[in-house]
């Protein structure tokens, strides 16, 4: 009997050894330890479901060109001359697969029809490869008669790519996965390394504060093995009576995810007390979660013992001025006890108390600096019967102890002579002091005052207008300048820039 052509029959197997196959393949890529047996299976597969005794798997390079990953049954020759073809591009969605009965019957090129047919091929399947819908390669199959294929084995193919594709995707993950994983040991290798050179201590811990790194440097100091960090208690070493300060302190950073300096003293490793300046600050996740703190320790317990000295002296320094500007105040008020009445007794001694009450604020800040606004509102709101006819208004900017003597002098003046002949003798009438700072411009401080007795120019300029737009100028390395506008007095006060902190 004659075999009826090829041509006229489509190509099936027994549904009970495509399950087989199908399953074979489906456990042996779930198995899988390499890509190579993914191939392979793979392989099995297409060839025993779909009836041909040669396959390939091709996909996408880096540069978008398909590439041959595994083969069975072809030339290297055939290899070379089709690497590269594809009837997709990179990316293209969810394409259907593409069945050709003879290659000879299409509109490929000529060269590419001699190069199948001269592997003896006449028929081919390409089933598309995707990963999240896209495509990421193919697998072929190659028949040596011309075949169709009915939907039965069409569906197989794409079941076939379905289950390939996604084990592309999962051993690529896995290996995104293994790269990651590589890359963070590097990293976590070279930030041990890093911190380890540091001439510092650094250290880092979980969020409930205890240990998960200390460099070299920590673990020198406080005798720690590196395979003992987890177990190791930091707080047990702080001194009695600096523990509650330095606990208190980092829980408080700790709980509202804040940044935390503090000093305390700490034993080391040798059993000495060393005094360690720490920065600490708050480490998060990706997604925001704290994940505790990383900071930095710093000896200072040489520098510590000269700022002690520092304080003492300048404390003994502050108590003997005070106690001279005491004296000297004594001494005004016995020798001119019956004259307190007399105008120039009275600035004479209000000048002392204004000295003294500036000095005070800068003996609080160990001479430092001292903030405006705290200066104005000492001089100008002392006497409760001005606080509300004076209106202060100013950043919160520092001044250094020679320009907060200064200032607070000439607030005095202006303050004594608006008392006197100005806006602050009459009960409707107000002053207005601003001050403002400025990179290019300094210190501006500008005194106004409205709504006091009609001002007439002085005929001569008294020793308070002479204080202050000589003196006042020369000390603030700035300018000074008074104004008896008739609407109120203006004294504007400028000092350069490199005056202010």
Not at 211 to 223: M, P, S
């Amino acid at each position: 009997m004659a075999t009826p052509d090829d041509s006229a029959r489509p190509w099936s197997i027994q549904s009970g050894e495509e399950f087989r196959a199908l399953y074979e393949f489906t456990d042996a890529i779930y198995h899988a330890h390499s890509m190579e047996d993914v191939y392979a299976s793979a392989l099995d597969v297409i060839t025993k479901t779909l009836g041909c005794e040669r396959a390939s798997i091709l996909l996408f390079d880096a540069a978008g060109t398909m590439q041959f990953v595994a083969w069975r049954g072809l030339s290297e020759q055939y290899r070379l001359k089709l690497a590269g073809h594809s009837p997709w591009r990179p990316g293209d969605v969810d394409p259907p697969p593409i069945f050709v009965e003879d290659i000879c019957e299409t509109g490929e090129p000529d060269w590419i029809k001699q190069a199948i047919r001269a592997e003896g091929i006449v028929s081919l399947g390409f089933a598309p490869l995707t990963l999240e819908g896209r495509v990421i390669g193919k697998f072929m199959t190659y028949h040596g008669s011309r075949r169709r294929f009915d939907e039965h084995a069409q569906a197989l193919a794409v079941t076939i790519a379905r289950h390939l594709g996604f084990s592309i995707g999962r051993a690529r993950a896995e290996a995104a996965r293994e790269a990651a994983l590589a890359e963070l040991r590097m990293s976590e290798a070279h930030f041990r390394h890093m911190t380890d050179q540091a001439p510092i201590m650094i250290w880092m811990s979980n969020a409930q504060g205890h240990c998960e790194h200390l460099n070299k440097a920590a673990r020198d100091f406080w005798g720690v093995e590196e395979d003992r960090i987890d177990a190791f208690d930091w707080s047990a070493t702080i001194h009695p009576e600096d523990v509650g300060h330095v606990l208190a302190r980092m829980r408080q950073a700790m709980a509202s995810d804040e940044t935390v300096q503090l000093r305390g003293r700490y034993a080391s490793t040798s059993g000495e007390w060393r005094v360690l300046q720490t920065e600490a600050r708050p480490r998060h996740a990706c997604d925001g979660r704290f994940l505790g703190m990383i900071g930095v320790n710093v000896d200072i317990t040489e520098q510590d013992g000269i700022a002690r000295q520092r304080e003492l002296m300048l404390a003994e320094l502050n108590h003997r001025v005070k106690n001279t500007l005491a004296v000297v105040q004594a001494i005004a008020h016995q020798t001119f006890r019956s004259e307190k009445t007399i105008p120039s007794v009275a600035t004479f001694i209000g000048r002392l108390g204004v000295l003294a009450a500036a000095h005070d604020i800068l003996s609080r800040d160990n001479w430092e600096s001292t903030p405006m606004p705290e200066l104005a509102r000492e001089v100008l709101t002392r006497d409760p019967a001005n606080r509300r006819n004076v209106q202060m208004e100013g950043p919160a900017l520092l001044l250094a102890p020679k320009q907060a003597l200064a200032i607070a002098l000439a607030l005095h003046e202006l303050q004594a002579n608006a008392l006197k002949y100005g806006a602050l003798s009459v009960e409707r009438g107000s002053v207005s002091l601003q001050w403002n700072s400025s990179p290019d411009h300094g210190l501006d401080i500008v005194w106004q005052e409205t709504g006091g007795p009609r001002v007439k120019p002085p005929k001569r300029r008294g020793f308070g207008t002479l204080m202050i737009e000589q003196a006042l100028a020369a000390d603030l390395n700035g300018s000074a300048r008074i104004d008896f506008l008739p609407e109120g007095l203006v004294c504007k006060i400028r000092a350069s820039c490199e005056r202010v902190l």
